[in-house]
């Protein structure tokens, strides 16, 4: 099948389905393009026991509409998978987004033409579409890490990912589970696995700061609260740097302003709330080594206190600064490793040698399995880009481009692929912002875009190579004032072997869109536009 459209968007997650009501709203037409036989991205693919979204529900839900946030009523504090996806399929139904959604359907290369200035895509049922505008709405956390492990493929049991759960639901009763890997995935999964399982065995890398997610009932009061203010909610939540949560604000004072026992009344109270507060009980600990110690030492103090084995207890105990890799929210997760079925390995010390058939072999002894989750993670940010060739002008192939670390103006632009938008992309606030709010400002700024370039003739617009340059100094500025780099985080790249290590995300969403509003308002410094050509007059 082929088809013309004005803008081809791929992937049809949350991005994606914003992104098209965007490209509606400036009048031109579009075509999404999805892998999967659903709206939702991440949320799609992601079924596996326990998921549920670790940013506040009235936060992490569509803004542009008024009506819709008024309508749609959440019942937890934090929406599990099938309430997101229930809300996914209110969306798309509401706003008759699948009209213009091919499912089913992956991109595998797109290519620049100069003459005509538009891009074909390719997909793999054989599509062709040609478009003047592509905007990858492609997610950060979609390409699935797989770790090549010896002999992974001869395992006979299942294999599963928990960035590819089946839509059957997978029964682990009396079944003996391994579960590689303790991020986010992996801690929300690893308590209901191990209440099914007859055995469960955690192969523990590194171990995660988590802190309880204190999920409950949603109160309706707060709920109507924010209903009656949603748009000042909005508003002050895009004060804050990770874009949320202004209902708790950072206390901006250094922890050593407190005695202990002040500071250990702040964090108990904090932890008991649950969510990622921890982090704004003070000012420093993002940027100040001691200051966060402190704050780790209180929660490795949680985890010894839960943990009854000390053994245990100590490989679950996390040595890193704290915050540096996302921290994980989950209900019961400590707890977990007091049942007399669950077992922890630590791979780090006793890395994987081998997995046959039957088993997975560790430096430490060899563990009979029926089945193996894989709760390694994401490519992140880069990896559901880089998989598609993507060819700019004169053949130039974005993989190749980034192999040094990619490189953006504003997480929006690349030099040498005009007309093609990254929502979300390396360079941007992106994962270290409430993601939700970081997908609405760029839909609307591409849609804004889209409209100025239609209304006034321009025919390409790329990011400028010097534009590209000073921006990526600026996003690596931002992070060094930080202690985010400071640890071997998918921020970074490093769960990947071989990726090139640089800081992704830009840290701070509020100056970001300032920034982005005043290119917008200026006449788009940093990108160079073109005009459609003149006719030539008739002779
Ligand atoms: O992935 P991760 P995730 N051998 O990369 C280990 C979002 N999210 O899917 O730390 C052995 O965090 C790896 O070890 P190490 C959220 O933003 C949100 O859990 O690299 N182990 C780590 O323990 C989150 O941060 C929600 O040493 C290997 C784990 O696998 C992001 O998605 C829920 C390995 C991977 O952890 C990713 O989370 C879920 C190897 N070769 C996800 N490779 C919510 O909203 C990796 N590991 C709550």
């Known amino acids: 099948m082929t088809g013309k459209f004005d803008v081809v968007i791929v992937g049809a997650g949350l991005a994606g389905m914003q992104m098209l009501h965007e490209v509606r709203g400036a009048g031109l037409t579009a075509q999404v393009l999805e892998a999967g036989g659903g709206a939702g991205g991440?949320?799609?693919?992601?079924?596996?026991?326990?998921?549920?979204?670790?940013?506040?529900?009235?936060?992490?839900?569509?803004?542009?509409?008024?009506?819709l946030q008024q309508d749609w009523e959440w019942t937890r504090r934090y929406a599990d998978q099938a309430e997101i996806m229930r809300y996914i399929g209110h969306v798309v139904e509401r706003f008759d987004l699948a009209r213009d959604i091919r499912f089913h359907t992956r991109v595998e290369a797109m290519a620049y033409?100069?003459?005509?200035?538009?891009?074909?895509?390719r997909t793999d049922t054989g599509d062709e579409v040609v478009a003047r505008f592509v905007i990858m709405a492609t997610g950060c956390l979609s390409e699935p890490n797989v770790p090549d492990i010896p002999g992974?493929?001869?395992?006979?049991?299942?294999?599963?990912?928990?960035?590819?759960?089946?839509?059957?639901?997978?029964?682990?009763?009396?079944?003996?589970?391994?579960v590689i890997g303790t991020g986010s995935s992996g801690v929300q999964a690893i308590p209901i696995i191990a209440k099914a399982a007859a055995e469960l065995v955690?192969?523990?890398?590194?171990?995660?700061?988590?802190?309880?997610?204190?999920?409950?009932?949603?109160?309706?009061?707060?709920?109507?609260?924010?209903?009656?203010?949603?748009?000042?909610?909005?508003?002050?939540?895009?004060?804050?740097?990770?874009?949320?949560?202004?209902?708790?604000?950072?206390?901006?004072?250094?922890?050593?302003?407190?005695?202990?026992?002040?500071?250990?009344?702040?964090?108990?109270?904090?932890?008991?709330?649950?969510?990622?507060?921890?982090?704004?009980?003070?000012?420093?600990?993002?940027?100040?080594?001691?200051?966060?110690?402190?704050?780790?030492?209180?929660?490795?103090?949680?985890?010894?206190?839960?943990?009854?084995?000390?053994?245990?207890?100590?490989?679950?105990?996390?040595?890193?600064?704290?915050?540096?890799?996302?921290i994980c929210l989950g209900d019961g997760y400590y707890e977990t490793y007091n049942r007399p079925n669950v077992r922890l390995v630590d791979i780090a010390t006793h890395p994987f040698e081998e997995i046959t058939p039957t088993s997975v072999r560790t430096g430490e002894g060899s563990h009979e399995l029926d089945v193996l989750v894989f709760a390694t993670g994401y490519d992140a940010i880069t990896g559901a880009l880089s998989r598609i060739d993507v060819r700019g002008r004169d053949g130039l192939s974005l993989r190749e481009?980034?192999?040094?670390?990619?490189?953006?103006?504003?997480?929006?632009?690349?030099?040498?692929?005009?007309?093609?938008?990254?929502?979300?992309?390396?360079?941007?606030?992106?994962?270290?912002?409430?993601?939700?709010?970081?997908?609405?400002?760029?839909?609307?700024?591409?849609?804004?875009?889209?409209?100025?370039?239609?209304?006034n003739g321009i025919r390409t617009i790329e990011a400028t190579p010097e534009a590209e340059h000073a921006w990526g100094q600026h996003v690596s500025d931002v992070a060094a004032q930080t202690l985010l780099s400071s640890c071997g985080s998918w921020y970074l790249g490093a769960?990947?072997?071989?990726?090139?290590?640089?800081?992704?995300?830009?840290?701070?969403?509020?100056?970001?869109a300032k920034k982005c509003a005043e290119i917008a308002a200026t006449g788009y410094p940093g990108f160079a536009l073109a005009h459609d050509p003149v006719p030539a007059t008739q002779s």
């Open 42 to 67: 991440t949320w799609y693919w992601n079924r596996y026991p326990g998921a549920r979204c670790d940013v506040e529900s009235l936060e992490y839900s569509y803004q542009f509409s008024a009506e």
């Open 113 to 121: 033409d100069e003459a005509d200035a538009t891009w074909t895509v």
């Open 152 to 178: 992974v493929k001869t395992f006979a049991g299942d294999i599963l990912h928990t960035g590819r759960w089946p839509r059957e639901p997978v029964d682990f009763t009396g079944k003996r589970v391994g």
């Open 202 to 326: 955690v192969f523990q890398r590194t171990p995660a700061y988590t802190l309880p997610a204190g999920d409950e009932p949603l109160d309706p009061e707060l709920q109507a609260a924010i209903k009656a203010d949603y748009a000042g909610f909005r508003a002050r939540n895009n004060e804050v740097p990770t874009a949320g949560l202004s209902r708790f604000p950072t206390n901006p004072n250094s922890v050593f302003l407190f005695s202990a026992k002040e500071r250990e009344a702040i964090f108990e109270h904090f932890w008991n709330r649950g969510g990622p507060l921890l982090l704004r009980a003070f000012g420093d600990p993002l940027v100040d080594p001691a200051a966060n110690e402190v704050v780790a030492e209180f929660v490795r103090g949680r985890i010894r206190q839960i943990v009854t084995d000390p053994e245990v207890a100590a490989k679950l105990t996390p040595t890193h600064v704290i915050g540096c890799k996302r």
């Open 401 to 455: 481009a980034w192999l040094a670390g990619p490189r953006t103006y504003l997480g929006l632009g690349v030099p040498g692929f005009p007309n093609l938008f990254t929502m979300t992309g390396p360079g941007s606030p992106s994962v270290l912002a409430n993601v939700l709010v970081a997908i609405h400002q760029h839909a609307t700024w591409i849609g804004e875009c889209l409209k100025h370039l239609a209304d």
């Open 495 to 512: 769960n990947i072997p071989g990726k090139k290590r640089v800081f992704m995300p830009l840290v701070g969403f509020p100056d970001y």
